[in-house]
């Protein structure tokens, strides 16, 4: 607590409900902090409980839930194990995953992934987008720190979507697309954010695809070319302006394709996800990668 000038929101050995034993701090992000606890209820299994104080200016941890709990029963959702709030914070119970994206590939040598499993990430990335849009929201915040492996034997090779904080439902009650707002607030995280949010024009659907196009662009190559650049308004007009040959010189020419289908959508459009799938199958035919292969992680 010396080194954060916050304090924090829960100190190690509190229970909340009589039942959640905190552990230890595993992330604090921009709008909440992670805890690791024992669920003294069920043989102190261990789980991670998201919290957000109540003084927070933007609450989103209400969203959280609501889209978490839609997920339940999807391979990428953790599981949903209870919320609740008092006068101090809200908090979210949920499964305990592994280490993020983006600290994997930090502990590579070279920054980068393997091709294999880069491309069996993104495929399970692609369909985890699938996922939340076929409950009916965009996640509008697709990044490498967003996606954490399993970390049970069962589930260590599954990846697991985190973070629903900027979450938003892009059909109304009827199952109707909403209406695009005229302006939006740029929400996302600059590195990976589509060229729409740059622009603070309504996201769709294919945006959260876009940003799953620049982590696997970044995965297999180690960086983007915008990656030192600070100014987001210069970010977004390399991106608008960027040329695929020279930005996916090392990547499979698979990757061009998806990213032409990307531009060929707008707001109203479903993205064409089988599509998007079968050029990620056909990488993996066509470089002899199959499932059984190891993840870098796994390799030592
Ligand atoms: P914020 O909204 O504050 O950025 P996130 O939900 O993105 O918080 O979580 C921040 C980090 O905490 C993640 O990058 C991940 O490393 C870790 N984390 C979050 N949820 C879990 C979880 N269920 N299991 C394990 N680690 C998690």
Redesign the pocket.
Same mark, same amino acid.
């Given at each position: 607590m010396a080194s954060s000038s916050e304090a924090e929101i829960l100190r190690v050995s509190q229970v909340i409900r009589d039942r959640w034993k905190i552990k230890s701090k %595993? &992330? &604090? /992000? /921009?709008? /909440?902090? %992670?805890y690791?606890a024992a669920d003294l209820q069920n043989h102190n299994e261990s789980v =991670?409980i !998201?919290v957000e104080s109540s003084k927070a200016t933007k609450q989103?941890l209400k969203m959280?839930v609501a889209v978490l709990r839609r997920l339940q029963g999807k391979r990428h959702a953790?599981k949903f194990y209870g919320c609740g709030r008092n006068d101090e914070f809200n908090y979210l119970v949920?499964? +305990?995953? /592994? !280490?993020?994206l =983006? $600290?994997l590939r930090r502990e590579t040598p070279r920054q980068c992934f393997s091709l294999s499993t880069s491309i069996r990430i993104a495929h399970q990335i692609l369909e985890g987008i699938r996922e939340i849009h076929s409950i009916g929201f965009l996640h509008r $915040?697709i990044k490498p720190?967003?996606f =954490?492996m399993g970390?049970s034997t069962s589930n260590q090779r599954t990846v697991?979507m +985190? $973070?629903f &904080?900027l979450a938003r439902q892009f059909l109304n009650q009827k199952g109707e697309m909403r209406s695009p707002r005229s302006a939006a607030g740029f929400r996302g995280t600059v590195r990976y954010a589509a060229v729409t949010a740059h622009k603070n024009k309504e996201m769709g659907r294919q945006d959260d695809l876009w940003s799953l196009f620049y982590m696997l662009t970044e995965f297999i190559q180690g960086s983007l070319p915008w990656r030192k650049i600070k100014d987001k308004d210069e970010v977004g007009r390399m991106k608008e302006n960027v040329d695929l040959n020279s930005l996916l010189e090392e990547c499979p020419h698979e990757l061009h394709q998806f990213a032409l289908h990307l531009r060929t959508l707008g707001y109203l459009d479903t993205p064409d996800y089988d599509y998007l799938d079968r050029l990620l199958s056909q990488v993996e035919r066509e470089n002899g990668i199959t499932q059984e292969d190891p993840f870098d992680w796994e390799i030592n």
């Amino acid at each position: 607590m010396a080194s954060s000038s916050e304090a924090e929101i829960l100190r190690v050995s509190q229970v909340i409900r009589d039942r959640w034993k905190i552990k230890s701090k %595993i &992330g &604090g /992000g /921009g709008f /909440g902090e %992670i805890y690791e606890a024992a669920d003294l209820q069920n043989h102190n299994e261990s789980v =991670a409980i !998201k919290v957000e104080s109540s003084k927070a200016t933007k609450q989103v941890l209400k969203m959280e839930v609501a889209v978490l709990r839609r997920l339940q029963g999807k391979r990428h959702a953790c599981k949903f194990y209870g919320c609740g709030r008092n006068d101090e914070f809200n908090y979210l119970v949920m499964s +305990l995953q /592994g !280490k993020n994206l =983006a $600290d994997l590939r930090r502990e590579t040598p070279r920054q980068c992934f393997s091709l294999s499993t880069s491309i069996r990430i993104a495929h399970q990335i692609l369909e985890g987008i699938r996922e939340i849009h076929s409950i009916g929201f965009l996640h509008r $915040d697709i990044k490498p720190s967003n996606f =954490a492996m399993g970390r049970s034997t069962s589930n260590q090779r599954t990846v697991y979507m +985190l $973070d629903f &904080g900027l979450a938003r439902q892009f059909l109304n009650q009827k199952g109707e697309m909403r209406s695009p707002r005229s302006a939006a607030g740029f929400r996302g995280t600059v590195r990976y954010a589509a060229v729409t949010a740059h622009k603070n024009k309504e996201m769709g659907r294919q945006d959260d695809l876009w940003s799953l196009f620049y982590m696997l662009t970044e995965f297999i190559q180690g960086s983007l070319p915008w990656r030192k650049i600070k100014d987001k308004d210069e970010v977004g007009r390399m991106k608008e302006n960027v040329d695929l040959n020279s930005l996916l010189e090392e990547c499979p020419h698979e990757l061009h394709q998806f990213a032409l289908h990307l531009r060929t959508l707008g707001y109203l459009d479903t993205p064409d996800y089988d599509y998007l799938d079968r050029l990620l199958s056909q990488v993996e035919r066509e470089n002899g990668i199959t499932q059984e292969d190891p993840f870098d992680w796994e390799i030592n």
